[in-house]
T-cell receptor
């Protein structure tokens, strides 16, 4: 069955540290890849998405993600985090032409001021 | 950007009663909406896909007679939890598909069954 795994359930960083959150999926066909963020008390928001083309995708708020097909990975990165990045981050995958999302378990990110 | 609302944001009901949750796309039309359930410290679980004008498609293990979905218009889908039990207590989230493959999410509804 198709699945999405996020390597870290909790990450704690200091401000200005670099961030990388891992995401791997299991599906051999064409996929669409997403990172969503949920700030405390708010609803899910799309950070960035990959459908095709350049495997390095830039999203909002300085986030980027790289799709590495050979590794079935779509890791999220940010060179310098801010306290306001404290949130829960979800990786999700949908099979091409299928809008249904398969979700990772989420990573809670805490940024210490 | 596209906005999706849910009502109510939280509800407490007694065991055995039914609860209706509304999901609205405020500034766009959505032929497809999704209903998710999120357990504490777990990821979202897709319950069903709601299509305007047709029957919802339920995921394996989700009881369609318990979780009634009605997508009566292009901007409204409702989820009714019938004969609710404490184990139905959860966070229910809807999303609406706005063109392409992008889903916009509602803020969620916290259901507590006593």
């Amino acid at each position: 069955a198709q699945s999405v795994s996020q390597h870290n359930h909790h990450v704690i960083l200091s401000e200005a540290a670099s961030l990388e959150l891992g995401c791997n999926y299991s599906y051999g066909g064409t996929v669409n890849l997403f990172w969503y963020v949920q700030y405390p008390g708010q609803h899910l928001q799309l950070l960035l998405k990959y459908f095709s083309g350049d495997p390095l995708v830039k999203g909002i708020k300085g986030f980027e993600a790289e799709f590495i097909k050979s590794k079935f990975s779509f890791n999220l990165r940010k060179p310098s985090v801010q306290w306001s990045d404290t949130a829960e981050y979800f990786c999700a995958v949908s099979r091409d032409s299928n809008y249904q999302l398969i979700w990772g378990a989420g990573t809670k990110l805490i940024i210490k001021p | 950007g596209a906005v999706v609302s849910q009502h109510p944001s939280w509800v407490i009901c007694k065991s055995g009663t039914s609860v209706k949750i509304e999901c609205r796309s405020l500034d766009f039309q959505a032929t497809t909406m999704f209903w998710y359930r999120q357990f504490p410290k777990q990821s979202l679980m897709l319950m069903a896909t709601s299509n305007e004008g047709s029957k919802a498609t339920y995921e394996q293990g989700v009881e369609k007679d318990k979780f009634l979905i009605n997508h009566a218009s292009l901007t409204l889908s409702t989820l009714t939890v019938t004969s609710a039990h404490p184990e139905d207590s959860s966070f229910y989230i809807c999303s609406a598909l706005a063109g392409g493959s992008e889903q916009y999410f509602g803020p969620g509804t916290r259901l507590t069954v006593t």
